[in-house]
């Protein structure tokens, strides 16, 4: 059973920068694609970034040159780096991988 934990949100100002990580066991991340998904109030969750288990990597047009998402396959964790942040980049963000959704960790830019 794979079980994903993600950490790193916080509150930001805008223009600042977060670090996510999302760390799995029960499962090997390095083979498969896993995606950062966000959901902010009001709105469906949309897929923010994902890396495919060859290292190919793809964004949502609105955080493109702002997001890096990156594996480490030693330490079975995926991370998603933000910087410039905006207050619309606001909401929960998740990690999936294979149909397993992690809790989510709060991200809040202010302005």
């Known amino acids: 059973q794979v079980h994903l934990v993600e950490s790193g949100g916080g509150l930001v100002q805008a223009g600042g920068s977060l670090r996510l990580s999302c760390a799995a066991s029960g499962s090997t991340l390095s083979v498969n694609a896993i995606g950062w998904y966000r959901q902010a109030p009001g709105k469906q969750r949309e897929l923010v970034a994902s890396?495919?288990?060859?290292?190919?990597?793809i964004y949502v047009d609105s955080v493109k040159g702002r997001f890096t998402i990156s594996r480490d396959n030693a330490k079975n964790t995926v991370s998603l780096q933000m910087n410039s942040l905006k207050p619309e980049d606001t909401a929960v963000y998740y990690c999936?991988?294979?149909?397993?959704w992690g809790q989510g960790t709060q991200v809040t830019v202010s302005s």
């Open positions: 999936m991988y294979l149909g397993i």
């Open positions: 890396i495919s288990g060859r290292g190919t990597t």
